[in-house]
């Protein structure tokens, strides 16, 4: 397992991904055992085009003794600490439902993930797992990994790559979500944040403004969630608020 990972730092290396530590709570490796059966690494690559924003990898290794083989399972995830500073002193009803309801598992530097089994199975992404049966697998397996990153994975990361896709975006649903008619509400707040620590303070006032008037969202959030963050945002950052809501 060890292995497969030092191999695959090697191999994303060239595409820019360094070795990060978990960013979210949850143990890198099996707790409690001396050879883990799972094994999580993490690679994160800054989006140079968008200060304060991160592209990463997350793979789960893991031992499966009935097949007699080790699975490899991979997202592709956008994160900032940015938007993490922001939201994470944000009143809770500013902030989707979903987020409140996760209280302190909540991780607010999160943006989107997406799984890259979901690209070739989109209602069943976990069917799509890389997996070795022995070492002589570790080269074709992580060729098929690299593979599914250079095609599908980096079109999805290509289309978060500058402030202007962005705001595209945002007016979109998530890749994942089971809402297809409405706009992802936690990317949509991380945008905001990211398009002002970018200078495009005017443009996320609009952003905020479109959604507001749209008043149709997923059922995490609401017409008054939007407003609190809206007026949370205009109290904390002037050149927001001095962008003046549309006459129509």
Do not use: C
Request: without cysteine.
């Amino acid at each position: 397992m060890n292995a497969v990972a030092e191999e695959l730092a090697k191999r994303l290396a060239t595409e820019g991904f360094r070795p990060s530590g978990a960013l979210d709570d949850i143990p890198d490796e099996q707790p409690g055992r001396r050879y883990p059966t799972w094994k999580r690494v993490w690679f994160t690559a800054p989006v140079v085009s968008v200060q304060g924003l991160t592209s990463v990898l997350l793979v789960v290794l893991q031992w499966d003794g009935s097949r007699g083989g080790l699975s490899l399972n991979a997202h592709a995830q956008m994160v900032s600490d940015t938007v993490a500073t922001v939201l994470r002193d944000m009143p809770t009803g500013a902030l989707p439902i979903d987020a409140e309801d996760e209280g302190d598992r909540w991780q607010p530097h999160y943006l989107e993930s997406v799984s890259f089994g979901f690209f070739y199975s989109e209602f069943d992404p976990s069917s799509q797992k890389i997996w070795l049966a022995g070492e002589s697998d570790v080269v074709e397996a992580l060729d098929r990994f690299m593979s599914m990153l250079h095609g599908p994975v980096h079109s999805w990361l290509s289309e978060r790559d500058s402030v202007d896709k962005l705001f595209e975006l945002a007016h979109r649903p998530s890749t994942m979500g089971g809402d297809q008619s409405n706009p992802d509400p936690i990317r949509l707040r991380g945008i905001v944040v990211l398009a002002i620590s970018n200078g495009r303070a005017s443009d996320a006032a609009t952003l905020t403004e479109w959604y507001l008037r749209r008043a149709r969202f997923t059922g995490a959030d609401t017409i008054e969630r939007v407003s609190a963050f809206n007026t949370a945002m205009r109290e904390q950052f002037t050149d927001y608020a001095l962008t003046p809501p549309p006459t129509n």
